[in-house]
């Protein structure tokens, strides 16, 4: 069965830092918990406890918790109201929909004199005649009972009436306590026959699956098929027998239905945990060490070379919606492997790249997963760098970093930085011989040497 672990405790206490010491509120509802206990030595300060929605018997280990305040223990499997006396901060108490029908057990409360609120709703002794009168003249210091004030007038009235609708309560509840008995009888019965029949069923089974002969063997082999469609009608027979067949409505039924349900979700679990095993696994490598372009989860992709700024980008359509602690990237050099939930992706890149510079991303408009990454190979430095560097490097290292990007750099002049001699004032000097000694020509010559 399941009972409250410390790791369950701790788990619902992530608003108080996980610390159950000091703990004043947790909620445990609907965790199948089967037994109530450990709380009352965890938790000494809890002041709110939720517990509906469980399995829970019987009220029990919560009476050392003295500064409880609220208790909520709808929709279990509670028959009488006990164990509560050392609750004494004790206001509100929630029992809607248990199987209560010791209604007399209320006596025990008479001790938490600060309760304030009960519920009682669902529970069978509500159907009892005098029900409501009962609990009123019982319980002074109730000021609510299934969400209705009691008013001092109906106190009065119920307590003017009190011995003989006792005597009634009691004779209702001895019957419904002999009623009771026959159904657990009839649950323990049934649950005999059940556990006959699976028995017999197991039996016929591995009688069947252990095969003597070679040729059973091969017969057995070749049957697998028909077993399986055969096992999946039985299963529907069963599931159909089960939920059609009547039965009341009592503890023992709802603890069955709940370990009916917890027994076919734990057969398709090994089911499918079989199937998983079964499979084979997906080739991304050969035996040769060759890898593979692979794409299980069938998505599109594209993959761009970045010449500009020398790096591969791939852009892999996951899911818009994917959580991405589904997604794991692995980058190597000659190729990338993403796992989507599981299934790989793996292309094999045109160039070798650096797997410690990528660097995944996804996009916040389309989800997809964009992933950079840098190429191994170095390229020349941007283009003013490059024409200083230029100045001072010979012919071979230039023609070596040509070479080496398989770009084409070209020289741009700018025609504001440089003047061109203008064509249009060249002219043709003349000779100056036979024009006499040079002195005597001052304007002439001055004009020369400009």
Same mark, same amino acid.
């Given at each position: 069965?399941?009972?409250?672990?410390?790791?369950?405790?701790?788990?619902?206490?992530?608003?108080?830092?996980?610390?159950?010491?000091?703990?004043?509120?947790?909620?445990?509802?609907?965790?199948?918990?089967?037994?109530?206990?450990?709380?009352?030595?965890?938790?000494?300060?809890?002041?709110?406890?939720?517990?509906?929605?469980?399995?829970?018997?019987?009220?029990?280990?919560?009476?050392?918790?003295?500064?409880?305040?609220?208790?909520?223990?709808?929709?279990?499997?509670?028959?009488? &109201? /006990?164990? %509560?006396?050392?609750?004494?901060? =004790? !206001?509100? +108490?929630? @029992?809607?929909? $248990?199987?209560?029908? #010791?209604?007399?057990? &209320? /006596?025990? %409360?008479?001790?938490?004199?600060? =309760? !304030?609120? +009960?519920? @009682?709703?669902? $529970?069978?002794?509500? #159907?009892?005649?005098?029900?409501?009168?009962?609990?009123?003249?019982?319980?002074?210091?109730?000021?609510? @009972?299934?969400?209705?004030?009691?008013?001092?007038?109906?106190?009065?009235?119920?307590?003017?009436?009190?011995?003989?609708?006792?005597?009634?309560?009691?004779?209702?509840?001895?019957?419904?306590?002999?009623?009771?008995?026959?159904?657990?009888?009839?649950?323990?019965?049934?649950?005999?026959?059940?556990?006959?029949?699976?028995?017999?069923?197991?039996?016929?089974?591995?009688?069947?699956?252990?095969?003597?002969?070679?040729?059973?063997?091969?017969?057995?082999?070749?049957?697998?098929?028909?077993?399986?469609?055969?096992?999946?009608?039985?299963?529907?027979?069963?599931?159909?027998?089960?939920?059609?067949?009547?039965?009341?409505?009592?503890?023992?039924?709802?603890?069955?239905?709940?370990?009916?349900?917890?027994?076919?979700?734990?057969?398709?679990?090994?089911?499918?945990?079989?199937?998983?095993?079964?499979?084979?696994?997906?080739?991304?490598?050969?035996?040769?060490?060759?890898?593979?372009?692979?794409?299980?989860?069938?998505?599109?992709?594209?993959?761009?070379?970045?010449?500009?700024?020398?790096?591969?980008?791939?852009?892999?359509?996951?899911?818009?919606?994917?959580?991405?602690?589904?997604?794991?990237?692995?980058?190597?050099?000659?190729?990338?492997?993403?796992?989507?939930?599981?299934?790989?992706?793996?292309?094999?890149?045109?160039?070798?790249?650096?797997?410690?510079?990528?660097?995944?991303?996804?996009?916040?408009?389309?989800?997809?997963?964009?992933?950079?990454?840098?190429?191994?190979?170095?390229?020349?430095?941007?283009?003013?760098?490059?024409?200083?560097?230029?100045?001072?490097?010979?012919?071979?290292?230039?023609?070596?970093?040509?070479?080496?990007?398989?770009?084409?750099?070209?020289?741009?002049?700018?025609?504001?930085?440089?003047?061109?001699?203008?064509?249009?004032?060249?002219?043709?000097?003349?000779?100056?011989?036979?024009?006499?000694?040079?002195?005597?020509?001052?304007?002439?010559?001055?004009?020369?040497?400009?």
């Amino acid at each position: 069965f399941v009972s409250v672990t410390e790791d369950l405790v701790r788990r619902r206490a992530e608003h108080n830092n996980c610390e159950i010491f000091s703990l004043e509120e947790i909620s445990l509802h609907q965790q199948e918990i089967e037994k109530l206990e450990h709380l009352d030595k965890w938790c000494r300060d809890l002041k709110i406890l939720y517990l509906q929605n469980n399995l829970i018997p019987k009220i029990e280990n919560v009476s050392k918790l003295k500064k409880l305040e609220y208790l909520n223990v709808a929709l279990n499997n509670i028959e009488r &109201i /006990e164990n %509560l006396e050392g609750c004494e901060e =004790l !206001k509100k +108490l929630d @029992l809607t929909a $248990n199987f209560i029908g #010791e209604l007399s057990s &209320i /006596e025990s %409360l008479k001790c938490n004199i600060h =309760l !304030k609120e +009960l519920f @009682l709703m669902g $529970n069978p002794c509500t #159907e009892f005649e005098g029900y409501r009168q009962f609990v009123v003249a019982t319980l002074h210091q109730l000021k609510y @009972l299934d969400s209705k004030e009691i008013e001092r007038s109906e106190r009065i009235k119920a307590l003017q009436n009190y011995p003989e609708v006792k005597w009634k309560i009691r004779e209702q509840e001895q019957a419904y306590l002999l009623k009771r008995a026959r159904e657990k009888e009839e649950a323990q019965r049934k649950m005999q026959e059940r556990k006959d029949e699976k028995d017999k069923q197991m039996d016929s089974k591995l009688g069947f699956d252990s095969p003597d002969s070679p040729q059973e063997k091969s017969n057995h082999a070749e049957g697998d098929g028909e077993q399986e469609r055969c096992r999946t009608v039985e299963n529907d027979d069963e599931d159909r027998k089960f939920w059609e067949e009547p039965t009341p409505y009592t503890p023992e039924s709802r603890l069955e239905t709940h370990r009916y349900i917890e027994e076919k979700r734990r057969a398709k679990d090994n089911i499918r945990e079989s199937k998983k095993k079964e499979k084979a696994a997906w080739t991304l490598v050969t035996a040769e060490g060759k890898v593979l372009n692979v794409n299980v989860p069938k998505l599109h992709f594209s993959l761009k070379d970045d010449e500009e700024n020398n790096q591969i980008i791939l852009d892999l359509a996951v899911y818009r919606h994917l959580d991405t602690s589904l997604l794991d990237v692995d980058v190597q050099p000659t190729y990338i492997r993403v796992l989507v939930k599981g299934k790989p992706f793996q292309l094999v890149l045109p160039e070798e790249v650096k797997p410690d510079s990528s660097c995944a991303k996804r996009s916040q408009t389309t989800g997809h997963l964009v992933v950079t990454m840098p190429k191994a190979k170095e390229i020349i430095l941007p283009k003013q760098k490059v024409s200083a560097s230029i100045k001072h490097s010979d012919c071979n290292t230039q023609q070596k970093n040509t070479r080496r990007s398989g770009q084409v750099e070209k020289l741009e002049v700018d025609p504001n930085k440089y003047s061109f001699p203008d064509v249009t004032k060249i002219i043709q000097e003349k000779e100056r011989t036979g024009q006499g000694p040079i002195k005597l020509q001052p304007q002439k010559v001055t004009e020369v040497k400009k």
